[in-house]
């Protein structure tokens, strides 16, 4: 399989899920790239940004925002985390703004919410929809592995900081995030506060 942002983005836009190897070549192509990334991604005006909040796998309203909000790169976008979970669309959600992260990087911000959990999509529908369309859970541990990488906060400007949950009591300056491990989300502490 080759990799290939623009069909995976046609593909994933008409509601179809990509084969488990072209969603395992994406995630570790977007793995390498929020690898790059500061665990606070800084975000620059003037442009044109949509600022979303939880889309947990409510794929035809993703459309609906990308189609009003403008498309990337046109526009450029924060997603503030819980892509996942509560719907059945999660396997087209997912890949859809990981597809646009790996095309457009400096466009597409996407950051981690509580549900970009091992633990959580084991609960809340992730985990059996890849079990459904998969028959396996290749593609859950992929996106998961990808997922664990996410950005934690963006600070638009250097001013406005936009993160998923709240501040952290145990987080006194944005150095303390800077330097924070991205890993699977503990139950507890500064990691485990912003999501």
């Not at 080759?2 to 395992?24: R, S, V």
């Not at 794929?59 to 046109?74: A, M, N, Q, Y």
């Not at 997912?94 to 959990?117: D, F, W």
Request: aromatic share 8%; charged share 20%.
């Amino acid at each position: 399989m080759a990799y290939d942002p623009d069909k995976w983005i046609a593909q994933l836009m008409d509601c179809q899920h990509l084969p488990e190897q072209d969603t395992k070549i994406l995630c570790d192509n977007v793995q390498a790239i929020l690898l790059e990334e500061s665990n606070i991604h800084p975000v620059s005006t003037p442009i044109t940004t949509g600022i979303c909040g939880d889309i947990h796998s409510q794929f035809w309203d993703l459309l609906e925002l990308l189609r009003k909000g403008g498309s990337v790169p046109e526009t450029s976008y924060i997603f503030m985390g819980d892509f996942v979970d509560w719907g059945h669309y999660s396997l087209e959600t997912v890949p859809l703004l990981l597809t646009l992260k790996a095309r457009y990087p400096n466009k597409v911000t996407l950051l981690r919410g509580n549900h970009e959990s091992r633990q959580v999509v084991r609960v809340y529908g992730f985990y059996d929809e890849c079990q459904q369309k998969y028959g396996n859970a290749a593609v859950r541990k992929a996106c998961c592995s990808v997922l664990d990488y996410l950005n934690l906060p963006a600070i638009i400007e250097g001013e406005t900081l936009c993160v998923h949950g709240g501040l952290s009591p145990d987080i006194r300056t944005l150095h303390q995030i800077h330097v924070l491990s991205r890993a699977e989300i503990p139950h507890k502490g500064a990691y485990c506060d912003p999501m």
